[in-house]
């Protein structure tokens, strides 16, 4: 079983960077065996991937709304992981989700946490 808790949400201005975290409760599996990722939903629309890295820490995807902009990063030693958002904007307003999986890329069906609110104003 594995159990996230998000930290880190608030509200900012556009253009301003927020770090988003995530502490992992993993048992009979250690935190290095999962996969991570990051997922948002704005209101009244379907929650979308945003940000995932592998079990390795090597792999790292990213939406396309996001490259370039947002960083997703683990630190296997806190059972840890974390967003970077750096320029945002009102489209990221969203409750952000953490989730982790054994199987592979984590995806909406994956364990998570209950969230945290983004709110970026203009």
């Known amino acids: 079983q594995v159990q996230l808790v998000e930290s880190g949400g608030g509200l900012v201005q556009a253009g301003d960077s927020l770090r988003l975290s995530c502490a992992v409760t993993?048992?009979?599996?250690?935190?290095?065996?999962?996969?991570l990722g990051w997922f948002r939903q704005a209101p009244g629309k379907e929650r979308e991937f945003v940000a995932a890295v592998d079990y390795t820490g090597r792999r790292k995807n990213y939406a396309d709304s996001v490259k370039g902009r947002f960083a997703i990063s683990r630190d296997n030693a806190k059972n840890s992981v974390y967003l970077q958002m750096n320029s945002l904007k009102s489209d990221d307003t969203a409750v952000y989700f953490c989730a982790a999986d054994v199987r592979g890329t984590p995806n909406s069906q994956s364990p998570r946490g209950q969230g945290t609110q983004v709110t970026v104003s203009t």
């Open positions: 993993t048992s009979g599996r250690p935190f290095g065996s999962f996969s």
